[in-house]
């Protein structure tokens, strides 16, 4: 390893599962770093990832293996001035106590999803990570808020908001057709692993007042919410709607390219980068006002004030021409990419900075 330098380990330790939301994140903290000139920074990088990744940036940073014995044995890590954990559960932490600890929380979702034991866990295994932070950056004000009301962070200890970065796609880019997609009528578009939290029910029921459009639920579908609203379709000969289980960037990229409108009513989110994603496409959003959605949607989003299918129905119907014209559409599209890695990115350097 370089020697001249002060060092900031990223834990980019998630990207074992590089197809999760955490993993993309990782796999975009790679690409940024690919594209700066870490030469020019007054700290050598070094990254934390499985050991198949290795390489990945050249030799413009340095290299640590995710292993499962370091979990146990911390002290074989080598030393660093600084560790950024870029999510909240990470099994890794800094050994030595001269090491800042930069910690990134991005939600609570085990407090919505996890009763009893396991909840508490969940809480102990957090708060042993604030414990041991000397900064910690939350994704947005509302998880900001969340770690007020869930854990207690020590009177020293900074807290700042960096919101999430994006991975924007040309609009422009040519992809093929999704094959599940066999007929040619305006759809609805909505994504995320179909867990009760993401409530898509509530858009399933709404499709009864659109016989001529379709709805495509993109993401992980072998939960028991999925059996549920396949077991709504069913009863009530809905044929109008298509969880399709997960879709490569592909029919991903196609999907959000061509819907009429994006649709997310989801519950519980620390950012909501779907809503992101769909703006920078120019889509049309249409989604709930819970937990960060209000926040990160802003003007540029249109929010369901009811989850009753009618009343979401007319949400649609009243709000999609106008949100489809020119100027909103420029609008949100200038909107989203204030998200972007670039700017993310640069927010951590200059915290890295500091934090030496």
């Not at 060092?7 to 993993?23: A, N, Q, R």
């Not at 910690?136 to 020293?156: A, G, H, K, Q």
């Amino acid at each position: 390893m370089n020697t001249h330098k002060k060092k900031v380990l990223i834990d980019l330790s998630v990207l074992k599962h590089p197809f999760c939301g955490l993993g993309q994140i990782a796999l975009n903290y790679l690409n940024v770093i690919n594209h700066i000139n870490t030469d020019a920074l007054p700290f050598r990088i070094v990254l934390l990832l499985p050991k198949k990744y290795f390489g990945c940036c050249g030799n413009k940073v340095d290299y640590v293996p995710r292993r499962r014995i370091y979990k146990f044995l911390p002290w074989l890590y080598p030393k660093v001035d600084v560790w950024h954990a870029i999510h909240q559960l990470s099994p890794f932490m800094p050994y030595h106590k001269q090491t800042n600890f930069l910690l990134t929380i991005h939600d609570f979702n085990y407090e919505y999803e996890k009763t009893g034991k396991t909840a508490e866990l969940y809480r102990k295994r957090i708060q042993q990570r604030i414990n041991r932070a000397h900064t910690i950056v939350c994704i947005s004000n509302f998880t900001r808020s969340e770690l007020d009301r869930y854990m207690i962070v020590p009177n020293d200890t900074p807290v700042k908001v960096i919101y999430d970065g994006v991975e924007f796609p040309d609009m422009h880019t040519q992809v093929p057709k999704p094959d599940f997609v066999k007929r040619e009528k305006p759809f609805f578009f909505s994504i995320g692993e179909v867990k009760e939290k993401k409530n898509f029910l509530s858009i399933v029921r709404m499709m009864q007042f659109f016989p001529d459009h379709h709805l495509y639920i993109a993401g992980k579908a072998d939960t028991d919410y999925a059996d549920t609203i396949r077991d709504y379709i069913r009863r009530n000969s809905i044929d109008n709607v298509t969880l399709t289980g997960i879709v490569s960037n592909n029919d991903r990229l196609w999907l959000y390219q061509h819907c009429k409108a994006f649709l997310f009513p989801s519950l519980f989110e620390g950012f909501g980068l779907p809503i992101i994603e769909a703006m920078a496409l120019g889509k049309p959003v249409f989604c709930s006002s819970k937990t960060s959605l209000a926040e990160i949607g802003g003007e540029h989003a249109c929010f369901f004030n009811s989850f009753q299918p009618e009343q979401m129905a007319l949400c649609v119907k009243n709000n999609i021409h106008s949100l489809s014209q020119t100027l909103p559409t420029q609008q949100r599209i200038q909107y989203a990419h204030t998200f972007n890695y670039d700017k993310h990115f640069s927010q951590y350097l200059d915290l890295y900075k500091h934090c030496l």
